[in-house]
């Protein structure tokens, strides 16, 4: 049997251990939330290899913090790994909307099923920005993809709603993003009307003498 003085040095050991295990996984979960935020921020400005390299290097990080889940499971569920696995997903399904490559799947990520969607509800917002852009460039019809794409997923996370009893937050995230989309719309419909109008008038010019 183990004297107290071993049974405590044992405990101590494993304690430091923990906390050194703690601190790469926070570590590597804030860096890649990070390298996320970035490549949301390149596909904005139609940097899309830059967002690539970003994803990368964050799907490697949080690749290595599983490392550390493996050995000490609570770890996968502290705030920072699960914000950073969200803030991937959310990049990684924007990267594919705007690529066309369409939604990659969460196992093909990497990332569990409930940071999958909970990342997926902040996809609205960014395609709304998205929206604007196109809109003020005067492409209408790439604003209403983006609104179709933004309906689909408030639609397909609507149908899933039982979840948002399991996933903290998902609910605030929903009416968001349905306020979003009816901005969104009333912002489409409203440039619509103004180009139709604009090309009547232009027609109308061109007729009379």
Known sequence: MDGVKTIVAKAARSLRERESARDEALGRARRARMLS?????????????????????????????????????????????????QEYAEAQILYGLNTGAGYPSPASLGVPETDYIMGLADVPGELRRQSLDHLRAGRLDRAEDNLRMMEEIYMSLVEAEEASLLLRGLRRKLDVARVVNERTRAEITEEAGRAKLTGELRRLGERLP
């Open 37 to 85: 935020k970035k490549a949301i921020l390149h596909l904005h400005n139609l940097e899309t290899g830059d967002a690539e390299d970003r994803l990368l290097e964050a799907g490697r990080l949080l690749s290595e913090i599983t490392g550390y889940t493996a050995a000490h499971p609570e770890m996968g569920f502290y705030e920072d790994v699960e914000a950073a696995r």
